[in-house]
């Protein structure tokens, strides 16, 4: 069922609300960050293919700025930062290890149809995103996003239908721009708590553009690593 904007909006902040709650329960860094991140913070080899929007690099300024204080704050606790070069926003998830093996294969079948319609749908078209403040992303902790208005919200969720003939996606889309990944550690009580408190507490107020001649199709090695086609 497709929400009208409030609604949407509603959605994207209650479950935030949801991802910090968890902090205070039994949460612990979903299955897949062990394949993304070694005990030492690093990235390990973890291939696929993905339609995002790299951030214009004002807004990469901005985004930095609230990954310095996040990292100040919990970099015990997080895996290397992530690069300014490649801050982004996926856009519509494709090919890796969590939905196939056969990960070769998975990207042949997308690259030429993914450029072809990416040649179709390429803009000058500008939106504005409003932050709704950092979360827990399950693996890695995040700047949730939601569009300024009906008018962006619809431009953002018809552009990602597009991608579906790909490969389907039916989750409920969080637009976000991810600051860091978890290590794989266990998280006890007390470091939980203060994940929540520094999440709580810190201030991501801003907003960024998504500029539309900035969408791509990427192949990456790993998640700090991302090659337009």
């Not at 998280?187 to 708590?193: E, F, Q, V």
Request: with cysteine.
């Amino acid at each position: 069922m497709k929400l009208n904007f409030n609604k949407y909006i509603e959605k994207l902040e209650e479950l935030r609300e949801n991802s910090l709650v968890n902090l205070l329960k039994e949460w612990n860094p979903k299955n897949e960050l062990f394949l993304k991140v070694d005990e030492k913070g690093n990235y390990k080899d973890f291939k696929g293919d993905t339609i995002i929007f790299f951030l214009e690099e004002e807004d990469k300024k901005k985004v930095l700025n609230i990954q310095k204080i996040l990292y100040s704050q919990l970099g015990n606790y997080l895996a290397q930062p992530l690069s300014e070069k490649y801050f982004h926003m996926t856009l519509h998830d494709l090919c890796n290890y969590n939905i196939t093996k056969k990960i070769e294969n998975c990207i042949k079948n997308n690259k030429e149809k993914a450029k072809k319609i990416l040649e179709e749908i390429k803009s000058s078209k500008k939106m504005k995103m409003k932050s709704l403040g950092l979360y827990n992303g399950g693996s890695a902790i995040g700047i949730m996003f939601s569009p300024t208005n009906e008018e962006g919200l619809n431009l953002l969720l018809n552009t990602r239908k597009i991608f579906d003939t790909l490969i389907k996606q039916n989750d409920f889309y969080i637009p976000h721009v991810t600051l860091g990944y978890y290590l794989p550690i266990d998280y006890n009580d007390k470091i939980r708590r203060n994940i929540y408190n520094t999440l709580v507490q810190i201030n991501a107020d801003l907003e960024i553009v998504l500029n539309f001649k900035n969408l791509e199709y990427v192949i990456f090695e790993n998640m700090d690593m991302y090659k337009k086609i």
